[in-house]
């Protein structure tokens, strides 16, 4: 079956740390783009970040400079760091694949709930 | 950076057309994508390169772009229409991604 779970969200303190990852199967992440897309509660969807089948990645400015995003290949996951995290980073996380051709995303995750607060 | 436009809310009485607009000085140059979110759930591609629809999307959901606005029509809306839906775009690079602030169509 083709599908993105993600998993790694958590409460955590303001200043804190968290890794999401996402595990794809039915298909590899290393041949498509990925990107994450975060939700704050009751509000609208965020671009994060994404990360090209040649290896380039692109961040949102909200989160330069904080966030990287990878993959692994072999495990066929995609993952994102998170530091210096912040109240307003609070949300749930999607990871999505991009679709074939231009820069939209056809296969979305059911997302994690990352909380940040002391 | 840009922007995409969306009215915030917009009902529908069963049967009848629902029309969901976005607009962007972007959107002459750039493709625009549709996804449906129902409470609870994650997106669903709805709608992609302005007027395609992916397979297993409903017949009644098509689309149709104008200079800087785009509009994806819901034709004869069945309760289950009744959802969150963000258009989305992106610069000519891929470099940085932009969705619109969401239309939330109510279905009477």
């Known amino acids: 079956e083709v599908q993105l779970v993600e998993s790694g969200g958590g409460l955590v303190q303001p200043g804190g740390s968290l890794r999401l990852s996402c595990a794809a199967s039915?298909?590899?992440?290393?041949?498509?783009?990925m990107t994450w897309v975060r939700q704050a509660p009751g509000k609208g969807l965020e671009w994060v970040s994404i990360?090209?089948?040649?290896?380039?990645?692109h961040y949102a400015d909200s989160v330069k400079d904080r966030f990287s995003i990878s993959r692994d290949n072999s495990h066929n996951t995609l993952y994102l760091e998170m530091n210096t995290l912040r109240g307003e980073d609070t949300g749930v996380y999607y990871c999505?694949?991009?679709?074939?051709?231009?820069?939209?995303?056809?296969?979305w995750g059911r997302g994690t709930l990352v909380t940040v607060s002391a | 950076s840009f922007e995409l436009t969306q009215p915030p809310s917009l009902s529908v009485s069963p049967g009848q057309t629902a029309s969901l607009t976005c607009s962007g000085d972007?959107?002459?140059?750039?493709?625009v994508s549709w996804y449906q979110q129902r409470p609870g759930q994650a997106p669903v591609l709805v709608m992609y390169?302005?007027?395609e629809r992916p397979a297993g999307i409903p017949a009644r959901f098509s689309a149709s772009s104008s200079g800087t606005t785009v509009t994806l029509t819901i034709s004869g809306v069945q309760a289950e229409d009744e959802a969150d839906y963000f258009c989305?775009?992106?610069?000519?690079?891929?470099?940085?991604?932009?969705f619109g602030s969401g239309t939330k169509v109510t279905v009477l």
């Open positions: 999505a694949r991009g679709g074939p051709g231009d820069w939209y995303f056809d296969l």
């Open positions: 039915g298909f590899s992440v290393s041949s498509n783009y």
């Open positions: 990360i090209y089948s040649g290896g380039q990645w």
């Open positions: 972007v959107l002459p140059q750039q493709y």
């Open positions: 390169k302005d007027t």
């Open positions: 989305q775009s992106a610069n000519s690079v891929g470099t940085y991604y932009v």
